[in-house]
Nanobody, 124 residues
Framework: QVQLVESGGGLVQAGGSLRVSCAAS????????MAWFRQIPGKEREYVAA????????AYADSVKGRFTISRDNAKNTVYLQMNNLKPEDTAVYYC?????????????????WGKGTLVTVSS
């Protein structure tokens, strides 16, 4: 049974930093591309960043480029999202996703496995 468990969310002031993590089990982690999406209630899930199986390539949404960094540790079966210079509009539930084929797809339907999310709140 595949499980993706996000952690590290919380409340932070605008301009601050936060790192969220996603621990994977039940799948061959190194055989999956990983991504972060986020969602505000009432809105569609929004692509944030993605990383290939071997960390050879990364990609970002324009809204977070230069502020967020995605990374992974295949030895720990964990993917990270370092978020710097946070803005109130970054407030959302952050989800990690995994898929053995898709990389850098902004379509949430393409990603096979999902976590339950972690809430990030940025106060102004």
């Amino acid at each position: 049974q595949v499980q993706l468990v996000e952690s590290g969310g919380g409340l932070v002031q605008a301009g601050g930093s936060l790192r969220v993590s996603c621990a994977a089990s039940g799948l061959t982690f190194s055989a999956n591309n990983m991504a972060w999406f986020r969602q505000i209630p009432g809105k569609e899930r929004e692509y944030v960043a993605a990383i290939t199986k071997s960390s050879g390539s990364t990609a970002y949404a324009d809204s977070v480029k230069g502020r967020f960094t995605i990374s992974r540790d295949n030895a720990k079966n964990t993917v990270y999202l370092q978020m710097n210079n946070l803005k109130p509009e970054d407030t959302a539930v952050y989800y990690c996703a995994a898929d053995p084929i898709w990389f850098n797809s902004r379509n949430a339907d393409h990603w096979d496995y999902w976590g339950k999310g972690t809430l990030v709140t940025v106060s102004s």
